[in-house]
């Protein structure tokens, strides 16, 4: 055994870290019959049937192997036994012609920038291919292709270090495509292939490779190394053995180099008995290794037997425990039939939940039935209500009539301020005849100083009496005309007075009313400042307080809707006031049986008037409601953050339909663009459009400014807004007690002016009458005078006296203008009484309209709540309903376990005549198995376990005993089955060492040389050993000699035939040799040719490919051979890219 390990050892330092090529096939013309039997590579199974004994001895089993070192004696007995055999098989196979191989052989090359090729393309033959051409052409790049695309590793073609090396200078992707013949029986997956396999391999700078394993069609079949790898397998391509492929630099060493030790290394890997012997011996360690641990193992065996003996003893005394367990049998039956009667007794109350049930199904449909109604009759009311609303009409004729008074009462100003401007007139025209008068009074003087000489006496009393009369009566009409003046300017004075004094009482209530309302928001912010939800209602913080504490029918109640809800922009605040004011205080509950209890809770706190709606949770998708985007509506001007509380406002104020919009005019033109609609406006109109055409308006009320509603919508800046209102409150008083100063002052001066007014029309009337007597008076002396008088006094006379009545007329005109002017304001009171009659009226309907609507608005509500309560029930029953039909089907299920569990029962033992209760029985059963238990517990297991145990260490001693007798006896098998197979490695590797000796000799008698082949399979080497025809005569005592002394084409004629007879030991399809005449002269390399040739034609199923730089003139060539010439290197090309 020592020898053998020596001789493996000194193989595997040889082929160092290089790829081993796998184990060939054998072919069967490979075979020989010595002496009758056939000697191959196959493996042999030896199997030793044993009868099995009770004690196994495992040191019988340690017994050495069988010794293999070679014998020279032995080797010399079996080429005496066998060469007489071998030669004639040798020499009668040389005859004959060989056939054409059917899978295996290289069809076709490509090679696509490749070393220094661009694009070339082999087409070879079935049997030999010679290939020529000058140094430098690229011959050897075929042989290394077909290393590189067969999977083989770049360092073994000596060429290049890395697939990058082999790429075409200035390319960067080189590509090699072989197709390999695929036919006959032991074709390869021919249904997938076909008759040809196309192997592709490409690879790039940098660094990347891939295979493509194609159909003949070039269908790509796979991708993976594996199947290359199990297709070179099936074929026996060995691309990796040297004597398959000989390279340019193997062969120049091979054949001028190689050392008697490196061509016997050369020749057991080439033949693989290198990698045979490898697989033996670490074959051989794994037995020995194995024996080892069988040799461990069987050393528990006793150990497992007292295991057995242990559990046997327990067993035995744990058998008396067996009496005890008898009564607890009894128990089971007992406790069996006492379960089969608590689940009698529970599918009995069973029934009567679903009795119940039905009981309260009932009660919830006669609840479904009366919320029906409930919401029939609140449907009714609101259609009453809508019915009453439009009964009500509109005030448009009210709003017309109050624009035609407020027009004329303009009308009566302008007219008034007509008549002010004729008094201005007249008062001129006046003026102008009082200076007139006076003029002819002059004129008439100096007159009467003409004449007066002529009526001294008798004209001069009466001239002097119409004189005076004069005077006196210019002296009445001066008074007179200055007290009306007096008294229009005194009038004047009051009625703006008044006027003024109305405006500033008209503006003090305003501001009133703004203080009231500032006060009002002041409160409010200080509530809110102690609680958020002041504007929503009085102490709801209190309420939702309470509201967790309290037990409801359903979910808790939601509330205040407000502090869910928030305005996007400021600037539609006081619009969303005035129209979601109400509904922000209200609460939302999902049970109408919960209405009563939060009514009274909101009582209690101070909140009278709060809503409550019913609404189920349903999140329902509400986007089919939504007009397009570009329309603004209620909803999308909140911000409503609980989905709950949004769906609650669209169901009761339809606010994700609703358009708001500035004006009523912009609101009917969005209406009227959608087609129809509602839309509220900032002028608080809600403006409709009905779908089949038309529309109406109305005003809506608006908040009271003291509303805490007002607060709404407001910002959370508490301390600004208080501060604002702050202000504005400051400035409202001041001017409030401004205006009250002034009202004060001006009440004084109205009333002062009342008396003066009314003395000066007594004083007017009087001096009127006194007028009127000295006119009579003056009137009688005129005429006294005009008869005394001459003509001209009596024109002065008459033009006077026109002017006087001219003048009394203009005042008579003044006295009519001012009658006008008094009826006309006597006609503005009417029209301003009528005036401010209609506005009331106005405010009284829309107070009318306001307070039907909020009737409106709660039917609504109350008829949501219906539509909720019928919701609710309906959904209830079918709770119930789903409920019952659970109960009934525990029922069936329970009255199934009933009848399942008395079967069980009555199969397990006979009926127990009354049995107990679960619980006790199950007590006394527990206290029995306790007492087992804790005798169990002193003997480490139950009496059952310990039965197992029993049987499971004798199961686990039969098991091992029959595991160790197995594993010996195939580690014995093993044992015999590697000294066969040793024993016919070393008859394989005699027989093909003596096929090699023959062979040589026959290929050197070809050149008429004489030699043989010396093995020596103890030292490892290989020598040739060679007499040429010219050392006959000059070395006639020995005739052999050393392959050193012969000459450079002796010397590769013989490494030839060494070669040509070691491929005739090999399986593989392929011979692949490269320069293999470099050193031949002409003589050599001819009969080397030739010889080459012949064995080639010979080989059966084999394929050559030969490549050489000489030229084929002198060869004589036949059908089997190609050759392929290659183009001579391009000019100027010094070095191949092969770095």
């Known amino acids: 055994m020592a020898i053998k390990r020596r001789v493996v050892e000194e193989s595997d330092s040889e082929v160092g870290g290089s790829q081993v090529a796998k184990r060939p096939r054998v072919r069967e013309s490979n075979n020989v019959e010595v002496n009758g039997l056939p000697v191959a590579s196959g493996s042999h199974t030896v199997q030793d049937k044993q009868k099995p004994s009770e004690v196994i001895d495992v040191e019988e089993e340690d017994e050495d192997i069988q010794q293999m070192a070679p014998d020279a004696d032995e080797e010399k007995r079996f080429e005496q036994e066998h060469e007489d055999a071998i030669r004639e098989r040798v020499f009668s196979g040389q005859k004959g012609q060989g056939n054409i191989a059917e899978m295996g052989i290289i069809e076709k090359l490509e090679m696509y920038n490749f070393m220094c090729h661009k694009c070339l393309v082999f087409n070879f033959g079935p049997q030999i291919n010679f290939i020529i051409g000058h140094n430098g052409s690229g011959k050897s790049a075929v042989l290394t292709a077909l290393t590189i695309a067969l999977g083989g590793k770049a360092t073994i073609t000596g060429r290049g270090s890395g697939l990058r090396s082999f790429i075409k200078e200035g390319e960067d992707v080189a590509e090699i495509t072989v197709s390999i013949k695929n036919q006959g029986e032991d074709a390869y997956k021919p249904k997938i292939y076909g008759e040809s396999i196309l192997v592709r391999r490409q690879f790039s700078k940098t660094g990347s490779s891939s295979y493509k394993i194609m159909a003949k069609n070039e269908k790509v079949i796979s991708t993976k190394r594996e199947e290359l790898s199990n297709i070179c397998d099936h074929m026996n391509i060995q691309v990796d053995n040297p004597m398959n492929i000989l390279t340019q630099d193997s062969a120049r060493q091979f054949l001028s180099a190689s050392a008697p030790g490196d061509k016997y290394k050369f020749f057991l890997k080439g033949t693989q008995l290198s990698q045979l012997s490898e697989e033996y011996s670490t074959c051989m360690e794994n037995i020995v290794q194995t024996q080892k641990v069988l040799k461990n193992k069987s050393e528990i065996l006793p150990d497992l037997e007292d295991a057995l003996r242990d559990a046997t ?24 039939w006492a ?110 100083e003409k004449i007066a000489r002529f009526t001294q006496g008798k004209q001069e009393e009466a ?67 102690r609680t958020k939800l002041a504007p929503f209602g009085t102490n709801l913080d209190r309420v939702l307080a309470d509201i967790p504490q309290m037990r409801w029918h359903g979910q808790k109640p939601v509330g205040p809707l407000g502090q869910f809800v928030k305005a996007r922009n400021p600037r539609w605040a006081p619009l969303l006031r005035a129209r979601l004011g109400g509904a922000m205080s209200t609460f939302a509950i999902t049970d109408p049986r919960d209405r009563a209890q939060l009514d009274a809770l909101l009582k209690r706190h101070g909140n009278h008037k709060s809503n409550i709606v019913i609404s189920e949770v349903d999140l329902f998708d509400y986007s089919t409601g939504e007009p397009p985007a570009e329309y603004t509506t209620v909803l999308r001007i909140l911000d409503i953050s609980d989905e709950y509380v949004l769906r609650i406002l669209i169901n009761s104020a339809n606010i994700e339909g609703i358009l708001v919009a500035e004006t009523r005019a912009d609101a009917d033109r969005q209406l009227q663009r959608l087609g129809r609609g509602i839309a509220w406006t900032m002028d608080f109109y809600t403006v409709h459009r009905f779908p089949e055409g038309g529309g109406q308006s109305s005003l809506a009320q608006q908040l009271r400014p003291s509303d805490p509603r007002q607060q ?99 005042i008579a005109q003044f006295k009519e203008l001012a009658d006008k002017k008094a009826r006309l304001d006597r006609a503005q009171h009417p029209l301003m009484e009528e005036r401010d009659n209609l506005r009331s009226q106005i405010n009284r ?37 789903g409920k019952l039909a659970g109960l009934q089907e525990t029922a069936d299920q329970l009255e199934q376990e009933f009848q399942t569990w008395t079967g069980k029962a009555e199969e397990y033992c ?121 050392q006959v005569a000059t070395q006639a005592g020995n005739r052999e000699k050393d392959p050193n002394a012969l000459s450079g084409g002796e010397k590769s004629f013989s490494t030839i035939c060494l070669l040509l007879s070691l491929w005739e030991s090999i399986g593989c399809p392929i011979r692949c040799l490269d320069e293999f005449d470099v050193f031949m002269d002409a003589v050599n390399r001819r009969i080397s040719m030739k010889m080459m040739i012949d064995t080639a034609n010979a080989s059966d199923r084999k394929q050559y490919i030969l490549i050489t730089p000489q030229d084929m003139n002198n060869i004589h060539i036949g059908a089997t051979v190609r050759v392929h010439r290659m183009t001579d290197p391009e000019r100027g090309q010094n070095t191949l890219a092969f770095n």
């Open 463 to 529: 001239l002097r009496k119409l004189e005076e009369a004069n005077q006196s009566i210019t002296a009445t009409e001066a008074e007179i005309s200055g007290m009306v003046d007096e008294q229009q300017r005194l009038m004047r004075e009051q009625d703006g007075t008044r006027a003024k004094g109305l405006a500033l009482e008209q503006e003090l209530g305003g501001i009133k009313q703004q203080i009231e309302a500032t006060t009002s928001q002041l409160n409010l912010i200080d509530q809110r400042e």
């Open 845 to 881: 309907f829309d107070q009318e309209r306001a307070a039907l609507k909020d009737k409106v608005e709660k039917a609504s509500v109350q008829r949501i709540s219906a539509q909720s309560a019928v919701a609710h029930w309906g959904k209830k029953i079918a709770e119930e309903n």
């Open 712 to 810: 709404l919508f407001t910002s959370d800046d508490l301390a600004g807004q208080r501060q604002r209102f702050q202000e504005q409150l400051k400035d409202a008083e001041a001017r409030h007690q401004n205006l009250s100063m002034q009202i004060a002052e001006l009440q004084k001066t109205y009333r002062a002016s009342g008396p003066l007014i009314g003395t000066l029309k007594t004083r007017i009337a009087e001096a009127q009458r006194r007028l009127r007597a000295l006119q009579n008076t003056r009137d009688g002396l005129q005429e006294e005078v005009n008869q005394e008088l001459p003509a001209s006094m009596q024109t002065f006379q008459e033009e006077l006296k026109a002017a006087e009545e001219k003048k009394m007329a203009v």
């Open 339 to 448: 379960h089969v009667a608590a689940k009698q007794e529970e599918y009995m109350e069973k029934l009567g939940e679903v009795e119940k049930q039905k009981k309260r199904v009932k009660k919830v449909k006669s609840s479904l039935e009366s919320a029906e109604i409930d919401q029939t009759k609140a449907e009714e009311a609101v259609a009453e209500l809508e019915q009453e609303n439009e009964q009500l009409g509109n005030f448009e004729h009210m709003e017309q009539r109050k624009k035609e008074v407020q027009e004329e009462l303009k009308k009566n100003t302008k007219q008034l301020n007509a008549f002010k401007s004729e008094e201005r007139q007249m008062n001129d025209e006046i003026n102008e005849q009082n200076d007139y008068i006076v003029r002819l009074k002059g004129q008439m003087n100096e007159e009467t």
């Open 910 to 1030: 006979e009926q127990w005549p009354e049995p107990r209760k679960v619980a006790e029985v199950q007590k006394n059963l527990e206290s029995i198995q306790r007492a087992l238990q804790d005798r169990e517990r002193r003997q480490g297991a139950s009496v059952e376990q310990m039965a197992a145990e029993v049987n499971k260490r004798q199961a686990a001693l039969d098991a091992a005993k029959k595991d160790l007798k197995l594993m010996m006896q195939l580690n014995k098998s093993l044992r015999k089955s590697i000294n066969v197979r040793l024993t016919r490695w070393h008859e394989f590797r005699r027989h093909i060492a003596l096929r090699c000796k023959l062979y040589f000799g026959y290929h050197l008698s070809n050149r008429g040389y004489n030699g043989k082949v010396l093995f020596d399979h103890i030292l490892g080497t290989l020598q040739l050993k060679v007499q040429t025809d010219d």
């Open 313 to 336: 003893q327990r067993f035995k005394e744990a058998d008396k425990a067996r009496q005890q367990k008898h009564k607890a049998d009894e128990l089971k039956k007992e406790l069996a």
